[in-house]
């Protein structure tokens, strides 16, 4: 029996890996490397001594879907794989809408062939897009996202509790994730965007480590405490955590649940670069920006749903969270170097 992760490689999925093979289970990813790589298999097996099965093709491909549920007996799903560039999703809103659907619906296809029940899914707080009711909770009657990536969100939502209202032996769990920022205390993985970061602690990252010049805060005129964005950041092994009660939880029940997973506690943009610069020692030049397009003032999440039923308690700080994103930063890109070096020799 084992658990199949999609998007196993990617920065969340990565960290939900390591603590379901630290809690003995086992473990196939699906993972087509459109935003991770293969050396974070490896990472992985440092960390935990063990190497998962990994498949790198797209969930969409139903062909290749069935030979891994043909070849493993999986008994749950958790699915982190989908695009999640919000700018993005607006100027290619067919490819998000596609690839972020179609992925779903073609598990959810998986499930009734091989007669798999019980199913994770990796939504966001950006389904509740704007509003001012604050902290956000799963009761909110949820309307419209901001941009196409949030809509993808919401309609999977849908499609999900669905399939759970038809099939009363499924247990399907969304969990809304606040911010997630942080890697792994072994500095081993992290977030690693391909690109330049959108968001913003990779982006403090590649300006604490001279990648990039300064940061902008975009926008010091929102009605908060010091003018700038306020969001729920929670560190990422603390959220995937969270997968692992969300999986316990649902081995003995069914139906539909929402779970909101954040700390419950805002910090602004200026407070996040504060403690990256008080706890790494570094200076992080920045200035103030225009607002972005489609961002919202605050955002903060109410998890007393999750900590009733899942016990979900937040265990790591925001200091924690800049602390290992730091040495992430550091000990990710030394060991990329490593390797390049050991392939340059062996070309030699
Ligand atoms: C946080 C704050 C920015 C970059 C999005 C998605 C969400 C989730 C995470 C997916 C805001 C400010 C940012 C920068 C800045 N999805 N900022 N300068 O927008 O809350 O959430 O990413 O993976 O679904 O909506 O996160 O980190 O981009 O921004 O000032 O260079 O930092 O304005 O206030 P966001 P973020």
Known sequence: MAVLVTGGLGFIGSH???????????????????????????????????????????VCKLNKLKEVFEKHIISEIIHFAGFKAVGESSSKPLEYYDNNLNSTLALLKMMEKYQVKKMIFSSSATVYGERDDLPFNEGM???HATNPYGETKIMNEIILRDVAISRPDYAITVLRYANPIGAHSSGLIGEKPSDIPNNLLPYIQRVASKKLNELAVFGDDYPTTDGTG??????VTDLAKGHVLALKKMVARTGFHVYNLGTGR????????????????????????????????????????????????TKLTINDAVRDAYRFEIRGSKLDKTKLLKKESIKK
């Open 230 to 235: 306020v969001r729920d950041y929670i560190h």
């Open 16 to 58: 939900a890996v390591v603590e379901l093979l630290q809690e003995g289970l086992d473990v196939v990813i699906v993972d087509d490397l459109s935003n991770s790589s293969k050396e974070v298999l490896s990472r992985i097996a440092k960390i935990t001594g063990i190497k998962p099965f990994f498949y790198p093709f797209n």
């Open 266 to 313: 805002g910090t602004s943009v200026l407070e996040l670069v504060a403690a990256f610069e008080r706890e790494n020692h570094v200076k992080i030049p920045y200035r103030i920006a225009a607002r972005r397009s489609g961002d919202i003032a605050t955002s903060y999440l109410d998890v007393t749903l999750a900590k009733n039923e899942l016990g979900f308690q």
């Open 141 to 143: 009657t949820i309307t």
